[in-house]
């Protein structure tokens, strides 16, 4: 099969596994079209949402972009990372329907015979008056209500699309309900991500409450093995572990993942399987931390596992509401407000590279 696919690299170093991603493309394409560029080009908007809000919204006028190619029989795409955590962007704001389906997405996220990614990002139009819709399939093909790192680069990608500048934010709906990233001017983002979701019918675990409805510190065995968890939903469900049977403070670099994760994930505890994140207090205000995604394996870092992590904590006694949580790929700053409950996160979200298919 001939294969043709175009790639724009922005200027900033790509990380180690975008390199594995633009040597995909170098082994596959029979010609490859484009190499570097040295400068993002920004393009005019031709959608602006409503209740976007903006500071100094400066728009550039430079005529085209490599996202605003149409060619039928391509698709365009931007690859985007948080901390590590990467995925393919596709602007979707023409049509309520995802461009791609869960099987191509599946391809897409191979590391090998696709693009490699831990997840596939649509950007479709907003509803339930929100300016954007977020929908998202993890590198199984199964598609989660919500992702943390993703909608971080949501913004980002949206920002480029919409060629907005300076400090702004927008609304998003998600499985998860409306989420609202605010881009930074250092480029960060910073995202309300709502309410915490507690009661364990909800989150969902069939773990017997013990605390307000909640599943706090609660024991699973899991193999053979007791472990304390708390289980939270952050629209997606999160089961949060400190410490297990004779071991008070887990030490997160010991532990095997590969194997004791996939346990977790299809523990019969959780009926709509789990992430789970294992983690280790530095102190009050520090954690650090390692995730087995649902749907995707350990990845290199998780927005809303960083976000239950902090209410476990808190929940826990372990820490408090203001934190940084140390993952795989770099931190995150995250707070759990006590004024209104909400946690909200900060952190990183950077574009790697554009690219295109054949569909
Ligand atoms: N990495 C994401 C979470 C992605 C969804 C998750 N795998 C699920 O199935 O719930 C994040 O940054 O939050």
């Not at 881009?183 to 069939?206: F, H, Q, R, W, Y």
């Not at 899991?222 to 572990?241: E, F």
Request: glycine share 8%.
């Amino acid at each position: 099969m001939a294969i043709t696919a175009t790639i724009s690299v922005p200027i900033t170093s790509p990380t180690r596994r975008s390199l594995a991603s633009f040597n995909f493309f170098q082994s596959y394409s029979r010609s490859i079209l484009a190499t570097r560029q040295s400068t993002f080009k920004y393009p005019n908007s031709c959608m602006v949402a409503s209740s976007m809000k903006t500071e100094t919204p400066a728009k550039t006028t430079s005529s085209t972009s490599f996202l605003h190619q149409k060619e039928s029989g391509f698709l365009h795409f931007a690859k985007y990372h948080g901390l590590g955590n990467d995925f393919v962007l596709i602007d979707n704001r023409d049509s309520s329907e995802p461009k791609i389906s869960s099987e191509k997405a599946v391809q897409l996220c191979d590391r090998n015979f696709g693009v490699g990614a831990d997840g596939v990002i649509f950007v479709l139009p907003g509803i339930n008056g929100t300016d954007y819709t977020m929908r998202i399939f993890n590198s199984d093909g199964s598609e989660p209500e919500m992702c943390g790192n993703g909608v971080r680069c949501f913004a980002k990608f949206v920002s480029q699309l919409e060629s907005l500048h300076g400090r702004h934010s927008f609304t998003v709906h998600t499985g998860a309900g409306r989420i609202v990233p605010e881009v930074l001017e250092d480029g960060n983002v910073k995202v309300d991500m709502g309410e915490p979701i507690l009661k364990a019918s909800d989150v969902p675990t069939k773990l017997s409450p013990n605390k307000d409805h909640a599943a706090v510190k609660s024991e699973i065995d899991v193999d053979g093995v007791i472990w304390n968890v708390t289980c939270v939903s952050m629209g997606n469900p999160h089961c949060v572990s400190f410490s297990r049977k004779g071991v008070q403070n887990l030490i997160v670099d010991e532990l095997n993942l590969a194997e004791i994760g996939p346990k977790f994930e299809r523990h019969e505890m959780f009926p709509a399987r789990t992430n789970t994140e294992f983690v280790q207090v530095l102190s009050n205000s520090h954690l650090k931390m390692r995730v087995w995604e649902r749907g995707a394996a350990e990845t290199l870092a998780c927005g809303t596992g960083a976000c239950a992590t902090v209410v476990a904590a808190v929940l826990e006694g372990r820490a408090g509401r203001n934190c940084t949580v140390d993952l795989p790929g770099g931190p995150l700053q995250i707070e759990w407000k006590d004024e209104d409950n909400h946690v909200y996160m900060t952190g990183s979200a950077d574009l790697v590279y554009y690219g295109s298919l054949p569909l």
